[in-house]
């Protein structure tokens, strides 16, 4: 199972110069939740931001990775 730390890593290897946030809902690495900050996220819709962010995980979406829980901002939606 993965760990919130191995998420965390794999989004912000994915998408350079992002911050994420990662969290273990229920403590069985497999229900997360994660807050990302990108600047790559800017001029996409939500949808294509939360897509861009499944798609670092494939089809560990629904297998190991039961569910995962995402908000994502660009840095200028934090400012």
């Known amino acids: ?3 919130a730390e191995d998420l ?3 989004i912000e ?3 350079p110069g992002s911050t994420a946030a990662v969290e273990d809902l229920t403590g069985g690495g497999d229900h997360f939740r994660a ?3 990108s600047e790559r996220f800017d ?3 939500r949808i294509e931001q939360h897509q861009l962010v499944y798609g670092i995980f494939g089809a560990e ?3 190991p ?3 995962l829980s995402l908000k994502t901002s660009t840095p200028g939606d934090t400012a």
Request: no cysteine.
């Open 1 to 3: 199972m993965p760990s």
């Open 8 to 10: 965390k890593a794999r």
């Open 13 to 15: 290897q994915a998408l």
């Open 35 to 37: 807050e990302i900050v």
């Open 43 to 45: 001029g996409l819709s």
């Open 61 to 63: 979406i629904g297998g």
């Open 65 to 67: 990775i039961h569910a």
